[in-house]
């Protein structure tokens, strides 16, 4: 038996994104269509924990 939900439009609730463009925050449904175009083409990433953990700990020892 499956766990799952079904959610009719009228419980969903609006997502909105905001991005940082030229040093303020803007959300993304107010871009015109070639900035929303760069928007959705750029390639996103995630930092591995450990490695920052291990940039930390060397240059917080270089610092003191």
Known sequence: MENTIEVQNEGRTRC???????????????FNIGKKAEHYSRKHYQECVASNREFAAQYSEAVC
């Open 16 to 30: 909105e994104v905001w991005t940082r463009v030229m040093g303020y925050h803007r959300p993304v449904s107010h």
